[in-house]
């Protein structure tokens, strides 16, 4: 996944689905501290910066992000 991509939620890990369908990556922040650490390589996952399209911005783990073909 970078920047540009045309992205949809995958997995909602248990959250109420809401608005957001899909969204273009404006920035991928590789550590953050909402992310968990992968104990196998002690690194933590990414989170990306996304716009969703009804113009609202958020960030979202990229784990549970899809890359997006329509």
Do not use: F, N
Not at 16 to 24: A, L
Not at 34 to 55: C, F, P, Y
Request: charged content about 30%; overall charge positive; proline content about 1%.
């Amino acid at each position: 996944m970078q920047v540009g991509d045309i992205v949809k939620i995958g997995d909602w890990k248990g959250s109420q689905p809401d608005g957001r369908k899909c969204g273009k990556v404006l920035r991928i922040d590789g550590r953050h501290r909402w992310s968990k650490i992968d104990l196998s390589t002690h690194r933590t996952g990414s989170i990306a910066e996304v716009m969703w399209q009804d113009g609202y911005v958020g960030w979202v783990l990229t784990a549970r992000l899809e890359k997006s073909t329509a």
